[in-house]
Each structure stands twice: as C-alpha cells, then as structure tokens.
C-alpha cells in the first residue's frame, strides 16, 4: 500500500462498503445493519476472497488486523453499554408484566431445547478437535436464545408500532429474554472454561456475581446522585461522560480479567445506569452514532474474515438449514406460544414470535464469544452468521404480514 497507512485503508474500505450496503437494504426496507453484516461477509473468503484473491490479502492481510481487532473491541464495547441502558423493565401493570414473562422465557428456553435437539447432529463434524460434547451443545443451546433488543427497537420505530400494545410487549419480552439469554451465555462461558479448573470456574462465578452486587449495590445509586446532580437535564457534559466511559471501559476490563468476555461488564454497567430516557437519548447521540457508524462495520468485517467458504460444501448445507430451522422454530413457536398463553390472538402472538426472532448484530457477538473461547471453529461460525443475517431479514415481512391492516393495535390481555 506504499507509503499510505493499511489500517487507514482497510477503514475506508470497510465504511464504504458498509454504508453502500446499508443504502441499499434501507431502500429495500430492512434495517441498515443487516445491509453492514453483509458487508463482512462481501469482503471476507466468502466473496472478495474468491472474485480477487490476491486483492483481498493484500487489504486484510491475517497478520495485520491488530489495528482493526482493537477498533472492533471499543465498539463492542460501547455498543453493549448502550443495549444494556437502553433496557427497560415491563411497565403498564401486571398484566403486561406477566405477558412479557411468559413471552420472554419461552422465548428464550424453547430456542435452547432446539439448540440442545440439533447439537449431536452437528458435533461429531463440525466441533472444533477437543472440544467434548456438551460444551458445545451448550453453547449451540444459548446461540438460539439471542434476540436482537436494539434491532428490534429500530423495527419497532420504523413502523410506528413503539407505543402499540403488540410493541409494548415486544419490547418488554426482548428486555427480559436478553438478560435470560447473556446471563445463561456467561454461565456456559463459566463452564466451558471451568475446562482448565473448577477454581478458575468458582473465581468466575463469584467475581462476576460480586461485580453485579458492587454495580447494582453501589455504583447505581452513586451514579443516579451525580447525575442528578450534575446533570438534571440528562444529558452528562465532559467530565461526568468521561466517568461513565471510564466505568464502562473499567467493568469491561474486569469481566475480562475474570474469564468471562468484555461485553458482559459493559452490559452490566449500561444496565447500572438509572432509566432516564433523556439520558438514553444523549449516550445514543454521543456513543452510538460513532460506534454504530464507524466502529461496528469494523466488527462485520472482521466477522467477515472469519467465515469460511467450507461451511457451504459437503455436509455444510444440510446443517446450515439444520441450524436455520432450529432457530426460526425456536424463536417463532416459543416467544408465539408465550404470548397466546397470555391471551394475545394467534395473529398477533405470531407477530410477536416474528420480532423475537431477530438476532442481527447480537448474535454475532455471541459467536465472536464462542469463536474466542474456542468452542465453535469457522464453519459453524459462518453458519450462525448466516443465520443471523436470515433471521433479521425475515422479521419485517413477517411481521408486515402478521399485522397487516392492525398496525399492532392488539389489546392486551386484563389483568
């Protein structure tokens, strides 16, 4: 690349691509994340790696991403931070309370039995050499669990469906299926890596419950007096965002050092923060954009790179549909089967079962999870890649289809 900076390059690459793509899926009317995921996939083995091979390495050569491999970690980590204060509690009474609990756990343990279903099909082919069993099917269990909070979210505004009682729920069951969801990922994470001792296991556990306690116990109530403080209005000046970043980046590094992986203590500090909508909106204004818009493609793309084009051949396809099938069923029939249990019509349980199904982005951090702790390797790597970019495509004509002349106007159920 002569005299010019390969990162530098490789950014501008990744950003153009990322933002034609996302264009395109906009005018196509999915979310413009989906058209970033598949950017990765465009500039991995995948795709540039078969049209101009050479091209391709001599833009992402393995031996120096180091660059955009840091890039990516900050934006994961702010990305997290943002999903975890974006997190609500059900409101609107018992009632809904009730229907975004049974929604959210079924939503969460149905997907993870079909996750457990398929896993010895999967296992003797495509886990990584030495990993026994059930670390993978475990894991292959919580990667159905995932749903997409912030897409959802995003879906939800587009169609102005965000105050509808349908989105409503939705909302609520996402927020609880998503601290179900990372709370079973960071015990199979726990005991995936309990592989190298049981102290280093118990270490995990009782740090990462520690962390919550110290968190929840202490920085939340601190955090609600300087904020309240220093910025009634909700929106945090200099100083007082930079606490909040040292914060976040600090419970990052510990969940770190502790086994776990960095996006749990960033989750956890955004989910310490009080729920101030006015506070959301600034950290979204100030964080989001830059992570979201710059350093998130950098995470697609090295996602991207680490596909293979092996997961497509021999025995792949069958067990990408395998995969595809689980987590669609899981999804649709368990978060449908919670919400027609708490009285929702079939039409509108659907609806709510389409939303859930959404993984995008969240889904790929899970995998990232499992591809650095070694329990999954490429093929079924690029397999949930694959499916995460299928499942998010398919929730707004399916929802489109399922509310169709209702706009989600569904009543909910009385308490």
Not at 142 to 161: G, H, Q, V, Y
Request: hydrophobic share 60%; charged share 10%; net charge positive.
């Amino acid at each position: 690349m002569g005299h010019i900076p390969l990162l530098l390059v490789q950014l501008a690459v990744i950003l153009f691509t990322a933002r034609v793509l996302a264009l395109l899926l906009r005018h196509l009317g999915q979310p413009p994340v989906i058209g970033e995921m598949i950017a990765g996939i465009v500039l991995g083995p995948i795709a540039f790696g078969a049209l101009a091979p050479d091209w391709q390495m001599a833009v992402f050569p393995r031996d120096q991403l180091a660059g955009l491999d840091a890039l990516s970690q900050i934006g994961l980590v702010l990305f997290m931070f943002i999903v975890g204060a974006e997190l609500r509690a059900p409101g609107n009474g018992a009632a809904q309370a009730r229907a975004a609990g049974w929604v959210g756990v079924l939503g969460v343990l149905v997907p993870m039995a079909a996750g457990l279903a398929i896993a010895p099909l999967l296992h003797p082919t495509l886990a990584p050499k030495g990993v026994a069993f059930w670390p993978f099917a475990l894991f292959m269990s919580a990667s159905m669990a995932i749903t997409a909070f912030p897409i959802l979210a995003r879906i939800l505004k587009e169609r102005a469906m965000t105050h509808t009682p349908l989105g409503q729920l939705s909302l609520a069951s996402a927020a609880i299926a998503d601290v179900l969801a990372w709370i079973v990922l960071a015990l199979v994470v726990g005991l995936i890596q309990a592989a190298t001792g049981w102290a280093a296991f118990a270490r995990m556990l009782v740090g990462g419950a520690l962390l919550a306690a110290f968190g929840f116990g202490l920085m939340r109530p601190l955090l609600a007096r300087a904020l309240a403080r220093h910025a009634p209005d909700g929106k945090p000046e200099g100083s007082l965002l930079g606490f909040l970043l040292i914060g976040c980046f600090a419970f990052a590094a510990m969940t770190q050092w502790l086994g776990l992986h960095a996006v749990f203590g960033a989750f956890l500090f955004g989910a310490c923060l009080p729920r101030d909508d006015r506070l959301l909106a600034t950290l979204i204004e100030r964080l989001q954009h830059v992570a979201v818009l710059v350093l998130m493609p950098v995470f697609f793309a090295l996602a991207g790179l680490n596909t293979t084009p092996d997961a497509f051949s021999g025995a792949g396809l069958p067990a990408l549909m395998l995969i595809l099938v689980a987590a669609v069923a899981g999804k649709v029939l368990g978060a449908g089967a919670g919400a027609r249990i708490s009285g929702l019509p079939w039409r509108e349980s659907f609806a709510v079962g389409a939303l859930m199904n959404a993984r995008a982005l969240m889904e790929l951090i899970v995998m990232k999870v499992g591809l650095d702790i070694g329990v999954i390797g490429y093929e079924i790597f690029t397999m949930l890649m694959v499916m995460a970019i299928a499942t998010t495509l398919m929730t707004t004509p399916m929802l489109a289809l399922c509310v169709r002349g209702r706009r989600g106007a569904a009543a909910m159920p009385s308490p």
